[in-house]
């Protein structure tokens, strides 16, 4: 695409991002590529590609792929010089096989959206609040705890190959106790395969205990933290501080992103899509959106059609008049969306003013 002189007034701006470099361009209204260059993604590098950005018009928006991973200090550095950053998607890989990739067409794909889409792409995450502590602490729990499950299967693995008396001494324990009892054994230098097998489960079973309490610790600043963010939430049947967490993670910490209910429910898969043909009206099960957000609602909602009277109503009723439970648990999940919108929205505006 042939580069036109810097003299318009108003640019759109898009960046393609990766590890060590972003690839910007610069478009008029009208889609023309003003001019493109490349940066580093150092704090030198951002603040060169806004100065860049600036000196060819007034930039007001600007679309930008990977917000939440290679360009989050992009997206925040934009943002505090008043420019109106949207989350752009990769192109689809259909699309790219036949016409080509590369950097530069990637940027002029960001730009593009943001001008034939822009009222309809979202804002990034801020991820500089409580909601971003949470989640930051949420993916350290979960590798401890996919450790802590490796481990006791490496205990029982070797359980399985010791020496016979000390796997007949051990093969009946259970894992707490297997834990305590290998945990307390001395050290001793290893001769023999006897010996390197008990200072194997030893280390392994201390461990496992040193996971366990990080694991507890982790427990802990979640749950005081949740409790913080999410009083409202917290407050309404069959919602617990895990599946709090998860919605508060899929909104983020600046709640502008859900502009209404329907957003939410789209957003965590939870509204139905139409799949009419000819004079079948029919909608089918949404599977996009994000599938921890979408696990959150189906939690709550399994929970309610167990627990909560007025959803256990609401079931007999609807298997009545034929719906399936799939069907009925689908409806709820999107009448749960409606109900906890502006509860989340709630939560969300009063957890800005919470120092962290």
Same mark, same amino acid.
């Given at each position: ?42 704090? =030198? ?35 505090? #010089? ?55 602490? =949420? ?15 490496? &205990?029982?693995?070797?359980? &399985? ?112 899509? #139409? ?51 799939? #069907?009925? =648990? ?8 409606? =109900?906890?919108?502006? &509860? &989340? ?12």
């Amino acid at each position: 695409m042939q580069t036109i002189a810097c003299t318009v007034e108003e640019v759109v701006l898009g960046v393609d991002t990766h590890l060590k470099t972003h690839t910007a361009v610069l478009v008029d209204l009208l889609g023309r590529q003003v001019d493109a260059e490349t940066f580093a993604t150092t704090k =030198r590098g951002n603040e060169a590609l806004i100065l860049w950005a600036q000196r060819c018009g007034t930039v007001k928006r600007a679309g930008v792929e990977g917000t939440g991973s290679y360009g989050v200090a992009l997206a925040r550095r934009l943002s505090l #010089e008043g420019i109106r950053v949207f989350e752009v998607t990769r192109p689809k890989r259909k699309r790219a096989r036949h016409r080509g990739k590369n950097d530069l067409r990637d940027a002029l794909a960001a730009a593009a959206s943001v001008l034939a889409d822009g009222h309809e792409l979202a804002a990034p995450k801020s991820r500089d609040g409580i909601v971003e502590a949470i989640r930051v602490l =949420r993916i350290a729990r979960a590798s401890a705890v996919k450790s802590r499950t490796q481990t006791i299967l490496q &205990l029982r693995n070797l359980i &399985l190959t010791a020496p016979e008396d000390l796997r007949e001494a051990l093969r009946d324990l259970s894992a707490k106790q297997l834990v305590a009892h290998c945990a307390r054994w001395h050290r001793r230098d290893p001769h023999g395969a006897l010996q390197a097998t008990r200072q194997a489960l030893r280390s392994l079973a201390r461990r496992h205990q040193v996971l366990d309490a990080e694991i507890a610790e982790l427990d802990a600043d979640i749950l005081r933290l949740t409790r913080q963010a999410a009083p409202r939430l917290l407050a309404q049947p069959g919602i617990g501080p895990e599946t709090a967490a998860r919605l508060l993670i899929v909104a983020g910490d600046n709640p502008g992103r859900l502009r209404s209910d329907a957003a939410l429910a789209a957003l965590c898969g939870a509204s139905p899509v #139409e799949a009419s043909s000819g004079q079948t009206i029919r909608y089918r099960l949404n599977r996009g959106g994000d599938r921890q957000g979408n696990n959150a609602l189906w939690t709550i909602a399994n929970n309610r059609m167990i627990h909560h009277p007025e959803t256990r109503d609401y079931v007999k009723r609807r298997t009545t008049a034929g719906k399936t439970s799939k #069907e009925i =648990r689908r409806c709820i999940m999107r009448t749960l969306a409606r =109900r906890l919108y502006p &509860l &989340l929205l709630a939560d969300l505006n009063d957890a800005q003013a919470i120092p962290i």
